[in-house]
């Protein structure tokens, strides 16, 4: 999967990031194109990921930095369902609601995401999330084919660094000409 990073003016992305799952070999690869480095994680088994924490839909819960007595409040609610690159996938809008204060915010702010899944394929199709003051982001999958993978899509480029994590990791990215 790549993922354009967009830094420069225009809308332009500046590089990307390339994400290999070799569920094969039991590892999962985040490429830095700009270092060149192969960052290389193991596959934890399904549902299973470090710090991970399900939330029922329409729950309350205390943020981080807040108080016990100031709560974000969760609401989910099914947008049915519809066919996305000839996939049947099944909606959901979530709304996170935070109180002024909770999170040093003056005002009550809100953010909606809603997601597409697809059952035979178990990813995300399609989501968007919307913050506070109407930005936008969008992921989609998209030239979706469910043949086997060309084995050679796996093989990482020979000047590659790999590095092993085994947790977050950071991505430095120095841009000629900028200061640091």
Known sequence: METPIVIQPGGQPAFS???IRD????YEYTLDPVN?????????PHGSA???TVLPAHSEYPTQDAPQSALVTLHSESLGSKVIEGFTTSGTRTTRSVPAGAAGND??????SEDWWSRDLQLFLLSR????IGTATIRSLTQIRTAEPDAALFILPTDYKIVDET??????LIIPGQSH
């Open 23 to 26: 569920f094969v070999g039991g």
């Open 129 to 132: 999330q919307v913050d506070p």
């Open 50 to 52: 470090p710090g991970l």
């Open 36 to 44: 060149r480095i192969a960052h290389r994680m193991k596959i934890l």
């Open 167 to 172: 947790g977050r990791f950071d991505i430095k």
């Open 107 to 112: 005002q009550a702010v809100t953010y909606v």
């Open 17 to 19: 990031i390339i994400e």
